[in-house]
């Protein structure tokens, strides 16, 4: 389970606990769960926006791969077309 769902949760379980004890008026309770909403959602922004720029490396290391595939291939073939490499792999299965 993510981080930022574990503080919601326990944001959660706080407020309950401020209404059993009938502290739900009291300022720090409510300063306390404002606290833990606010960095979940900013954690989960962060985390969200690491997993993005994860995901377009790795998109970036593919296409410099399947460049490098096809121009190995066209030269080995010897031309300078450019080959699509789901192609080729049809080809070779």
Do not use: C, H
Request: proline residues 2%.
């Amino acid at each position: 389970m993510p981080i930022y769902q574990i503080i919601l949760i326990i944001a959660i379980v706080i407020l309950v606990l401020s209404l059993l004890l009938n502290l739900l008026f009291s300022p720090i309770t409510w300063i306390i769960v404002g606290i833990l909403v606010l960095y979940s959602f900013v954690r989960r922004y962060f985390y969200e926006k690491q997993i993005k720029e994860y995901n377009e490396m790795i998109e970036k290391e593919i296409a410099e791969k399947k460049a490098a595939y096809q121009s190995g291939e066209a030269y080995r073939r010897g031309s300078e077309d450019i080959i699509d490499v789901d192609y080729v792999e049809k080809e070779e299965k």
